[in-house]
């Protein structure tokens, strides 16, 4: 299941923080940029002159940009198969939730 995600502000944060704190509770998750560059202006909305300058300035895949002026250039993957359980997902569900949810609503 792809996704990005966004912090109690409605902010987008960036693949690569995400899953530094999912390893961090030992969860593994696929991310990663958006390699193919006429898919990632698409979904990214970006402009040409956008992609020109972030291919000048190394903004390349396996790079560790997630964000370009709050706009996600990767996503976060997650895959549940048949030896996942309830556990697994809780303690994904958790990770969200103390680092990306407002408390106070």
């Known amino acids: 299941m792809p996704f990005d995600g966004k912090d109690a502000q409605g902010c987008f944060v960036g693949f690569v923080e995400v899953g530094r704190l999912a390893v961090m509770a030992g969860i593994t998750l696929h991310m990663g940029r958006f390699c193919n560059l006429g898919a990632s202006q698409r979904w990214s909305h970006l402009d040409t002159k956008d992609t020109i300058m972030l291919s000048s300035i190394e903004y390349t895949c396996g790079n560790d940009h997630g964000l370009f002026n709050g706009i996600p250039l ?10 996942a359980n309830k556990v697994d997902i809780d303690m994904f569900c958790d990770v969200l939730v103390r680092y990306y949810c407002n408390r106070s609503l």
């Not at 990767?74 to 030896?83: E, K």
Request: glycine share 20%; proline share 0%; no cysteine.
């Open 74 to 83: 990767g996503s976060l993957r997650i895959s549940f198969g048949a030896m």
